[in-house]
């Protein structure tokens, strides 16, 4: 069974977990005390020597980087191939927004990291990448539902927790009406699963 190396309150990790649920693929979580900087520690370094979180671990195959994460499930899981496509068009299309979400989007993450966890990075820059990444997302909304392909994929999957989770880092989302469209939109896919911050639709 799959392994998930996972802390609640991370967007990274739910990304995963959120893949998994809308796949209905079953996995076993080991909980990281990411507070104490427990992936830190010389234990976790030997799994991921990056010392980051989210890590999965499929019989020999062991994987970091929620990103490539997302592709592995997707093309091992997804029989169907619906949210990672198989042709070359499809694929970088997805992959741009998949290299999106752990970037750019992740100006985000940091701005929560501050909020919450009094991190030591500047709010000032981290609000300004986040707001540009956003209005360029908000704009490519403007005309689609899904951020590629005409249905989910795994890049809305790799973009949406952080930007559901922007205002906890301070971030006023009332700008981007596409976004927060397309965030109520997510909600409703098959398999959707919250989190702390992140509640389904009422």
Not at 21 to 37: A, C, H, Q, T
Not at 49 to 55: A, D, H, Q, T
Not at 107 to 123: E, F, Q, T
Not at 142 to 170: M, V
Request: proline letters at 6%.
């Amino acid at each position: 069974m799959i392994r998930l190396y996972d802390f609640e309150l991370s967007g990274s990790c739910y990304k995963v977990r959120l893949l998994l649920s809308m796949l209905s693929v079953p996995y076993e979580k080991v909980p990281v005390d990411f507070i104490n900087k427990e992936h830190k520690t010389d234990k976790f370094l030997k799994i991921n020597p990056f010392g980051e979180i989210p890590v999965l671990e499929d019989g020999s195959v062991t994987l970091r980087d929620a990103q490539a994460i997302l592709s592995y499930i997707a093309r091992k899981y997804d029989k169907l191939g619906i949210w990672y496509p198989t042709d070359a068009q499809g694929t970088g299309r997805v992959n741009q927004w998949l290299s999106t979400g752990g970037n750019e989007i992740m100006n985000a993450a940091g701005a929560r990291l501050v909020k919450i966890l009094n991190y030591p990075l500047s709010l000032g820059k981290l609000h300004e990448g986040a707001h540009r990444a956003f209005a360029i997302m908000d704009k490519h909304l403007s005309n689609r539902d899904w951020l590629e392909l005409g249905h989910p994929t795994i890049a809305d999957i790799a973009c949406f927790p952080y930007t559901a989770l922007a205002g906890e880092g301070g971030i006023d989302l009332s700008g981007y009406p596409n976004i927060l469209a397309w965030i109520e939109r997510f909600k409703e896919i098959p398999g959707f699963i919250p989190m702390p911050g992140i509640e389904k639709r009422a």
